[in-house]
């Protein structure tokens, strides 16, 4: 059974850091694209971030040069490095693979049609 379990959510002040983390399981981590999408209540799930299996990085443009993402296929775990938090990065962020991932917007979180594997999510609350 594949299982991506996300932890690092938390709430930080505006201009805060936070670090979230995927285990996967069930597969072999380097042979699907890793990344990691987020979902604002009444909003559309929206990509943030992937990394290829060799390690090429794509970033939306709402977070070029404050996220991080980086990916350690030994540990089957990939991160997401969050600086310069603003309250308009509030939402749910979930952990998503898949062999290509590149959906930019889902109308949820949880579509496996265009996402094979998902985690369960982590909130993270940006306050003023």
């Known amino acids: 059974e594949v299982q991506l379990v996300e932890s690092g959510g938390g709430s930080v002040q505006t201009g805060g850091s936070l670090t979230l983390s995927c285990v996967a399981s069930g597969f072999t981590n380097d042979d699907f694209d890793m990344g990691w999408y987020r979902q604002a209540p009444g909003n559309e799930c929206e990509l943030v971030s992937t990394?290829?299996?060799?390690?090429?990085?794509y970033y939306a443009d709402f977070v070029k040069g404050r996220f991080d993402i980086s990916r350690d296929n030994a540990k089957n775990t990939v991160y997401l490095h969050m600086t310069s938090l603003k309250p308009e990065d509030t939402a749910v962020y979930y952990c998503?693979?898949?062999?290509?991932?590149?959906?930019?917007?889902?109308?949820?979180?949880?579509?496996?049609?265009?996402?094979?594997?998902w985690g369960q999510g982590t909130q993270v609350t940006v306050g003023a």
């Open positions: 990394i290829t299996s060799d390690g090429t990085i």
């Open positions: 998503a693979a898949d062999q290509i991932l590149g959906a930019q917007k889902l109308a949820h979180c949880s579509n496996t049609y265009h996402v094979d594997y």
